[in-house]
């Protein structure tokens, strides 16, 4: 049972037009979400993350939104870039103490985002 | 600033043999995880290290994997009796600390098991 999903595999935008790619949990106990971005033959490399007592954080041209009561977040990019272009993972964290085993990343499957010149 | 690394890049290795996988952490991060990416996947957790203690290693498959942190820093995951399905992209990751939410991966060792 897939707690992390991320129900696009792909997407394709215009260069300089917004890149929205979403996620979706089912375990409530999760309280840390990230995202990851993966270049081929390489290691995931982190982009932003977002507690679960706020419901949005910014950094530069990545906000990313939770919505705790509809166990969703989603990754704004904009404007897109070509150099966006990779696989992002969505992941969340538990701790020992909120039930979601320990401080372990489950991730979903990934959506590759590839942005058009 | 090294970052993490992760050696060999690449193994190639015949069905029942033994591997070796090594992860150097960023240096002063006390907590170390492994994953393992198998194709069209997201990670899957393996097993977490606080210091020289495995923590958490419910993510092991079965006991033919086994890792060890002796000093608290490097860390190395041992595969026996490899099987085909063993094949997949092995990550390592460390942050600051076990409760430190920001995790930050190697390259990863890409293992094929013929």
């Known amino acids: 049972d897939q707690q992390v999903k991320q129900n696009s595999p792909s997407l394709s935008v215009q260069e300089g037009r917004i890149s929205i790619l979403n996620c979706d949990y089912t375990?409530?106990?999760?309280?840390?979400f990230l995202w990851y971005k993966k270049y081929p033959a390489e290691g995931p490399t982190f982009l932003i993350s977002?507690?679960?007592?706020?419901d949005k954080n910014e950094d530069g041209r990545f906000t990313v939104f939770l919505n705790k009561s509809a166990k969703h977040l989603s990754l704004h990019i904009v404007p897109s870039q070509p150099g966006d272009s990779a696989v992002y993972f969505c992941?969340?964290?538990?701790?020992?103490?909120?039930?979601?085993?320990?401080?372990?990343?489950?991730f979903g499957k990934g959506t590759k985002l590839s942005v058009i010149p | 600033g090294a970052g993490v690394s992760q050696t060999p890049s690449n193994k190639v290795t015949e069905k029942g043999k033994y591997v070796e996988l090594r992860c150097d952490p960023i240096?002063?991060?006390?907590?170390l995880y492994w994953y393992r990416q198998s194709l069209g996947q997201g990670p899957e957790f393996l097993i977490y290290?606080?210091?020289?203690?495995?923590?958490?290693d419910s993510g092991l498959p079965n006991d033919r994997f086994f890792a060890v942190r002796p000093e608290g820093s490097v860390s190395t995951l041992k595969i026996q009796r490899t099987e085909r399905g063993d094949s997949a992209v092995y990550l390592c990751?460390?942050?600051?600390?076990?409760?430190?939410?920001?995790?930050?991966f190697g390259p990863g060792t890409r293992l094929l098991v013929l």
């Open positions: 992941a969340a964290r538990g701790t020992p103490y909120s039930g979601a085993g320990s401080y372990q990343l489950t």
């Open positions: 990751a460390s942050s600051l600390g076990a409760a430190q939410e920001t995790q930050y």
């Open positions: 240096s002063g991060h006390t907590a």
């Open positions: 375990n409530s106990m999760f309280d840390y």
């Open positions: 290290f606080q210091g020289t203690g495995a923590a958490d």
């Open positions: 977002i507690s679960s007592i706020k």
